[in-house]
Nanobody, 115 residues
Framework: QEQLVESGGGLVQSGGSLTLSCAAS????????MGWYRQAPGKQREWVAT???????YYADSVKGRFTISRDSANNTVYLRMNSLKPEDTAVYYC?????????WGQGIQVTVSS
């Protein structure tokens, strides 16, 4: 059974940094893309960043220049480095794997940025 496990969340002051990790386990092949999403209280889940299998990266305007998505292909792990964090970045962050015929979501991890 394929599974994603996120780690690295927590509480940080405004202007601080965090790195989220998302480790995939199980029989996972031919990953099309890996991405991060977030959902703040009372808001819909929104896209944050994506890395396609060829390595190209894409970011939401709200995080561009502050967040960096990267991967360790050998270990099927994707990272989200978050710098210059703002209180509006507070949310539950989810990672997602896009496979040929399915998507896998992580369980989510809380990131709280205090002002």
């Amino acid at each position: 059974q394929e599974q994603l496990v996120e780690s690295g969340g927590g509480l940080v002051q405004s202007g601080g940094s965090l790195t989220l990790s998302c480790a995939a386990s199980g029989s996972i092949f031919n990953i099309y893309a890996m991405g991060w999403y977030r959902q703040a209280p009372g808001k819909q889940r929104e896209w944050v960043a994506t890395m396609r299998c060829a390595g190209s990266t894409y970011y939401a305007d709200s995080v561009k220049g502050r967040f960096t998505i990267s991967r360790d292909s050998a270990n099927n792990t994707v990272y989200l480095r978050m710098n210059s964090l703002k209180p509006e970045d507070t949310a539950v962050y989810y990672c997602k794997l896009v496979l040929p015929f399915s998507e896998i979501w992580g369980q989510g991890i809380q990131v709280t940025v205090s002002s």
